[in-house]
Protein backbone atom coordinates (compact mmCIF):
# COMPACT_ATOMS: atom_id res chain seq x y z
CA UNK A 1 0.00 0.00 0.00
CA UNK A 2 1.08 3.18 -0.78
CA UNK A 3 -0.61 4.75 2.27
CA UNK A 4 1.13 6.67 4.91
CA UNK A 5 1.98 5.51 8.35
CA UNK A 6 1.25 7.99 11.21
CA UNK A 7 1.95 7.00 15.13
CA UNK A 8 0.42 6.81 17.16
CA UNK A 9 -3.00 5.68 16.40
CA UNK A 10 -4.11 7.14 19.56
CA UNK A 11 -3.22 9.70 22.36
CA UNK A 12 -5.25 10.64 25.00
CA UNK A 13 -3.62 14.24 27.17
CA UNK A 14 -4.35 16.79 29.63
CA UNK A 15 -5.52 20.08 28.09
CA UNK A 16 -1.85 22.18 28.45
CA UNK A 17 0.42 19.56 27.57
CA UNK A 18 1.88 19.43 24.44
CA UNK A 19 1.11 16.55 21.94
CA UNK A 20 3.31 15.13 19.06
CA UNK A 21 2.51 13.17 16.31
CA UNK A 22 4.32 11.36 13.79
CA UNK A 23 4.18 10.76 9.97
CA UNK A 24 6.08 8.67 7.89
CA UNK A 25 5.80 7.90 4.28
CA UNK A 26 7.48 5.77 1.19
CA UNK A 27 8.14 7.90 -1.77
CA UNK A 28 9.50 11.26 -2.50
CA UNK A 29 7.78 14.05 -2.71
CA UNK A 30 7.23 17.73 -2.95
CA UNK A 31 5.18 18.69 -0.23
CA UNK A 32 3.61 17.34 3.05
CA UNK A 33 0.55 18.63 4.46
CA UNK A 34 -1.14 18.73 8.08
CA UNK A 35 -5.27 18.10 8.26
CA UNK A 36 -7.50 17.98 11.37
CA UNK A 37 -10.84 16.01 11.09
CA UNK A 38 -13.30 16.86 13.85
CA UNK A 39 -15.93 13.44 14.38
CA UNK A 40 -16.51 12.47 10.70
CA UNK A 41 -16.66 16.09 8.84
CA UNK A 42 -14.52 17.43 6.53
CA UNK A 43 -10.83 17.80 6.39
CA UNK A 44 -9.11 21.35 7.74
CA UNK A 45 -6.01 22.37 6.13
CA UNK A 46 -3.29 23.08 8.96
CA UNK A 47 -0.13 23.36 7.64
CA UNK A 48 1.96 22.91 4.27
CA UNK A 49 5.81 22.07 4.22
CA UNK A 50 8.00 21.58 1.37
CA UNK A 51 10.71 19.02 0.70
CA UNK A 52 12.73 22.38 0.72
CA UNK A 53 11.82 23.39 4.10
CA UNK A 54 13.02 21.35 7.69
CA UNK A 55 10.61 23.34 9.46
CA UNK A 56 7.66 25.51 9.75
CA UNK A 57 5.35 26.73 12.25
CA UNK A 58 1.84 28.22 12.01
CA UNK A 59 0.22 29.66 15.99
CA UNK A 60 1.02 26.47 18.63
CA UNK A 61 1.33 23.92 15.93
CA UNK A 62 5.22 23.37 14.89
CA UNK A 63 5.67 20.62 11.72
CA UNK A 64 9.25 19.26 11.02
CA UNK A 65 10.14 17.17 8.16
CA UNK A 66 13.06 14.87 7.58
CA UNK A 67 13.14 14.21 3.89
CA UNK A 68 16.30 11.52 4.74
CA UNK A 69 14.06 9.69 7.01
CA UNK A 70 10.81 10.31 5.05
CA UNK A 71 9.07 11.08 8.14
CA UNK A 72 7.21 14.39 9.56
CA UNK A 73 5.96 15.41 12.90
CA UNK A 74 3.39 17.63 13.71
CA UNK A 75 3.61 19.48 17.31
CA UNK A 76 0.54 21.31 18.96
CA UNK A 77 1.61 22.89 21.82
CA UNK A 78 -0.05 23.78 25.45
CA UNK A 79 -3.47 21.81 24.07
CA UNK A 80 -6.74 22.52 24.66
CA UNK A 81 -10.07 20.44 24.19
CA UNK A 82 -11.17 22.00 21.27
CA UNK A 83 -8.00 19.87 20.08
CA UNK A 84 -9.86 16.88 20.41
CA UNK A 85 -9.67 15.02 16.40
CA UNK A 86 -8.10 12.70 14.27
CA UNK A 87 -4.92 14.50 12.59
CA UNK A 88 -3.63 13.34 9.10
CA UNK A 89 -0.84 14.00 7.05
CA UNK A 90 -0.78 14.05 2.86
CA UNK A 91 1.92 13.66 0.82
CA UNK A 92 1.94 14.86 -2.53
CA UNK A 93 4.06 13.35 -4.86
CA UNK A 94 4.00 15.39 -7.90
CA UNK A 95 1.24 12.82 -9.83
CA UNK A 96 -2.13 15.02 -9.19
CA UNK A 97 -2.91 13.06 -5.93
CA UNK A 98 -2.41 13.13 -2.41
CA UNK A 99 -1.71 10.13 -0.08
CA UNK A 100 -3.18 10.26 3.57
CA UNK A 101 -1.62 8.61 6.17
CA UNK A 102 -3.86 6.44 8.41
CA UNK A 103 -4.23 9.49 11.00
CA UNK A 104 -3.57 9.92 15.23
CA UNK A 105 -7.14 10.59 17.16
CA UNK A 106 -6.36 12.68 19.03
CA UNK A 107 -8.18 13.50 22.94
CA UNK A 108 -7.38 16.11 24.74
CA UNK A 109 -8.92 16.02 28.34
CA UNK A 110 -9.92 19.00 30.21
CA UNK B 1 -15.83 33.17 -0.21
CA UNK B 2 -18.06 29.98 0.45
CA UNK B 3 -16.67 26.73 0.69
CA UNK B 4 -16.68 23.65 -0.86
CA UNK B 5 -20.28 22.35 -0.76
CA UNK B 6 -21.18 18.55 -1.19
CA UNK B 7 -25.35 17.31 -1.98
CA UNK B 8 -26.44 15.42 -0.55
CA UNK B 9 -25.29 15.11 2.82
CA UNK B 10 -26.88 11.82 3.52
CA UNK B 11 -27.90 9.54 1.30
CA UNK B 12 -29.49 5.86 1.74
CA UNK B 13 -29.03 3.61 -0.92
CA UNK B 14 -29.68 -0.63 -1.55
CA UNK B 15 -27.56 -3.16 -3.13
CA UNK B 16 -27.37 -2.71 -6.91
CA UNK B 17 -28.57 1.02 -7.32
CA UNK B 18 -26.54 3.78 -8.53
CA UNK B 19 -26.06 6.62 -7.02
CA UNK B 20 -24.43 10.88 -8.43
CA UNK B 21 -22.79 12.74 -5.97
CA UNK B 22 -22.37 16.55 -6.41
CA UNK B 23 -19.14 18.67 -5.35
CA UNK B 24 -18.98 22.78 -5.98
CA UNK B 25 -15.82 24.17 -5.68
CA UNK B 26 -14.42 27.12 -4.10
CA UNK B 27 -14.78 30.06 -6.85
CA UNK B 28 -11.90 30.30 -8.77
CA UNK B 29 -10.46 26.87 -7.87
CA UNK B 30 -10.13 24.79 -10.85
CA UNK B 31 -8.86 21.21 -9.03
CA UNK B 32 -11.05 19.32 -7.50
CA UNK B 33 -10.49 15.44 -5.75
CA UNK B 34 -12.41 12.78 -4.24
CA UNK B 35 -11.68 10.44 -1.35
CA UNK B 36 -13.62 7.18 -0.17
CA UNK B 37 -13.18 7.62 3.64
CA UNK B 38 -14.03 4.23 5.16
CA UNK B 39 -13.22 3.38 8.92
CA UNK B 40 -10.99 0.28 7.80
CA UNK B 41 -9.33 1.94 4.93
CA UNK B 42 -8.90 5.35 5.90
CA UNK B 43 -8.98 8.21 3.03
CA UNK B 44 -8.49 6.86 -0.53
CA UNK B 45 -8.19 8.84 -3.69
CA UNK B 46 -10.54 8.11 -5.97
CA UNK B 47 -10.09 10.52 -8.68
CA UNK B 48 -8.68 14.33 -9.41
CA UNK B 49 -9.96 16.59 -12.27
CA UNK B 50 -8.51 20.06 -13.59
CA UNK B 51 -10.45 21.85 -16.04
CA UNK B 52 -12.44 19.13 -17.13
CA UNK B 53 -9.71 16.29 -17.37
CA UNK B 54 -9.00 13.59 -15.21
CA UNK B 55 -5.39 13.65 -14.39
CA UNK B 56 -5.16 10.78 -12.21
CA UNK B 57 -7.62 7.91 -10.93
CA UNK B 58 -7.17 5.66 -7.53
CA UNK B 59 -7.46 1.77 -7.10
CA UNK B 60 -11.00 1.76 -7.45
CA UNK B 61 -13.20 -0.24 -10.31
CA UNK B 62 -14.87 1.38 -13.31
CA UNK B 63 -18.11 1.24 -11.14
CA UNK B 64 -16.81 4.50 -10.06
CA UNK B 65 -16.41 7.41 -12.23
CA UNK B 66 -16.96 10.87 -12.03
CA UNK B 67 -16.79 14.18 -14.63
CA UNK B 68 -16.01 17.63 -13.98
CA UNK B 69 -18.04 20.60 -15.94
CA UNK B 70 -16.92 23.89 -17.29
CA UNK B 71 -17.56 25.76 -14.27
CA UNK B 72 -15.51 23.41 -12.30
CA UNK B 73 -18.18 21.81 -10.70
CA UNK B 74 -17.45 17.79 -10.41
CA UNK B 75 -20.03 14.67 -9.61
CA UNK B 76 -18.73 11.05 -9.03
CA UNK B 77 -21.15 8.41 -10.06
CA UNK B 78 -20.89 5.15 -8.47
CA UNK B 79 -23.01 2.04 -9.72
CA UNK B 80 -24.02 -1.42 -9.33
CA UNK B 81 -23.68 -0.47 -5.45
CA UNK B 82 -22.38 -2.67 -3.44
CA UNK B 83 -22.37 -2.96 0.67
CA UNK B 84 -18.75 -1.98 0.68
CA UNK B 85 -19.17 1.14 -0.88
CA UNK B 86 -21.03 2.31 2.43
CA UNK B 87 -18.39 5.34 3.30
CA UNK B 88 -17.84 9.17 3.83
CA UNK B 89 -17.27 10.77 0.84
CA UNK B 90 -15.20 13.97 0.48
CA UNK B 91 -14.63 16.07 -2.35
CA UNK B 92 -11.52 18.44 -2.03
CA UNK B 93 -10.91 21.50 -4.21
CA UNK B 94 -7.48 23.75 -4.86
CA UNK B 95 -6.40 26.84 -7.21
CA UNK B 96 -3.55 24.28 -8.50
CA UNK B 97 -1.98 21.68 -7.79
CA UNK B 98 0.93 21.36 -5.19
CA UNK B 99 -1.16 23.76 -3.03
CA UNK B 100 -3.30 23.15 -0.14
CA UNK B 101 -6.79 21.31 -0.48
CA UNK B 102 -10.13 22.87 0.81
CA UNK B 103 -12.17 20.25 1.91
CA UNK B 104 -16.20 19.78 1.84
CA UNK B 105 -18.38 18.60 4.38
CA UNK B 106 -18.50 14.87 2.70
CA UNK B 107 -21.84 12.69 1.63
CA UNK B 108 -22.14 10.22 3.72
CA UNK B 109 -23.06 7.10 1.76
CA UNK B 110 -24.93 3.92 3.49
CA UNK B 111 -25.81 0.99 1.29
CA UNK B 112 -28.30 -1.58 2.41
Known sequence: SQQGEEDPQALSIQEGENATMNCSYKTSINNLQWYRQNSGRGLVHLILIRSNEREKHSGRLRVTLDTSKKSSSLLITASRAADTASYFCATDAGTYKYIFGTGTRLKVLA | ?112
Not at chain 2, 64 to 74: D, K, L
Not at chain 2, 93 to 108: D, M, N, V
Request: with cysteine.
Open chain 2, 1 to 112: KAGVTQTPRYLIKTRGQQVTLSCSPISGHRSVSWYQQTPGQGLQFLFEYFSETQRNKGNFPGRFSGRQFSNSRSEMNVSTLELGDSALYLCASSWAELLEQFFGPGTRLTVL
